[in-house]
Structures are given as structure tokens and as C-alpha cells.
């Protein structure tokens, strides 16, 4: 699989876009990188690990 980012639409409504952009301000970040640091912290929780970790695309050993 490629490591280019993959694209694609996301529609959200207007007050939750301007929360958010307002937050990626807060923390100089853009919009777009807001919501992949937000996504990543959550797999992160989810997942135990960094999802762009190298050791992240191999499955846990139990």
C-alpha cells in the first residue's frame, strides 16, 4: 500500500467546523491537521499505540 495520504470529503456542520477551527488556531495547527491529531489521539486510546507507527500495521501477539 502507498504512503501517500488518502483523500476525502467530510461534511460537518457549520458550528462544530468553527469550534474546530478555532481550536487548530488555538494550537496553530490547521483544520486539517486539528482533526488528524484528534483522529490519531483516539486510535491511539483505542488501539493501544500510535496508528503511524511502523509497529501499528502489524497485528497485536496475545
Same mark, same amino acid.
Given at each position: 500500500?502507498?504512503?501517500? %495520504?488518502?483523500?476525502?470529503?467530510?461534511? *460537518?456542520?457549520?458550528?462544530?467546523?468553527?469550534?474546530?477551527? /478555532?481550536? %487548530?488556531? +488555538?494550537?496553530?495547527?490547521?483544520?486539517?491537521? +486539528?482533526?488528524?491529531?484528534? *483522529? /490519531? +489521539? %483516539? *486510535?491511539?486510546?483505542? *488501539? &493501544? +499505540?500510535?496508528? &503511524?507507527? %511502523?509497529?501499528?500495521?502489524?497485528?497485536?501477539?496475545?
Amino acid at each position: 500500500m502507498s504512503d501517500e %495520504a488518502k483523500k476525502f470529503l467530510l461534511r *460537518l456542520p457549520p458550528r462544530v467546523f468553527d469550534e474546530l477551527r /478555532r481550536w %487548530a488556531e +488555538q494550537d496553530m495547527r490547521s483544520i486539517n491537521g +486539528q482533526i488528524e491529531w484528534l *483522529l /490519531r +489521539q %483516539a *486510535l491511539r486510546e483505542r *488501539l &493501544g +499505540q500510535d496508528p &503511524g507507527d %511502523a509497529a501499528a500495521s502489524k497485528p497485536k501477539k496475545r
